[in-house]
């Protein structure tokens, strides 16, 4: 076959005998402690997460997530990758949180914990994807323009 294709019916005839590169799979990204690491942000929130075979414990800025994250559905927002995965019940999860509120940061942290179970076993990653649990949520505030009292909100307008 030429490298070089000068008509369309090369073209054609160059996709009925190839075959796609061989891929080598993704390998694992684990530490000499057994760790994978991921980062996860949302709203102005970063979460740094550790995960590795365990118990299902899962540790927020040193707090056990019942006493970092009261409320039940932010609980239920942080486990959604490792339920989804399959894997709640035999993966520690070790995190640091900060910025934002409460809200923003289980979400950075559910990011952060579907990052790096990828990192730990890539093969998860089409399980996860679907989820939406990969994807880094865009919204953040927005600024404060001049003029107004917040982003958008106007001042109360007279006519005299």
């Known amino acids: ?7 369309l019916e090369d073209l054609k005839n160059l996709g ?22 991921g980062t996860g942000r949302r709203k102005s929130a970063t979460a740094r997460v550790w995960v590795k075979r365990g118990t299902g414990k899962i540790t927020i800025n040193g707090k056990d997530e019942s006493e970092y994250f ?17 894997r ?17 940061q289980a979400g950075a942290v559910r990011h952060g914990i579907a990052r790096a179970l990828v990192n730990f076993e890539p093969e998860i990653r089409p399980v996860l994807k679907p ?12 600024r404060k323009k001049y003029g107004h009292k917040k982003a958008r909100r106007s001042f109360q307008f007279s006519k005299r």
Not at 70 to 86: C, G, H
Not at 89 to 103: A, P
């Open 16 to 37: 009925e005998g190839a075959v796609a590169p061989a891929v080598a799979p993704a390998t694992p990204k684990i530490d000499k402690f057994g760790r994978a690491y």
């Open 1 to 7: 076959m030429s490298d070089t294709v000068e008509s």
């Open 131 to 142: 989820f939406g649990f990969m994807t880094r949520d865009p919204r953040t505030v927005e």
């Open 88 to 104: 709640a019940s035999e993966i520690d999860v070790i995190c640091t949180v900060s910025g934002s509120g409460l809200s923003g």
């Open 70 to 86: 009261a409320r039940p559905v932010l609980r239920m927002v942080i486990r959604q990758p490792l339920e989804a995965a399959l």
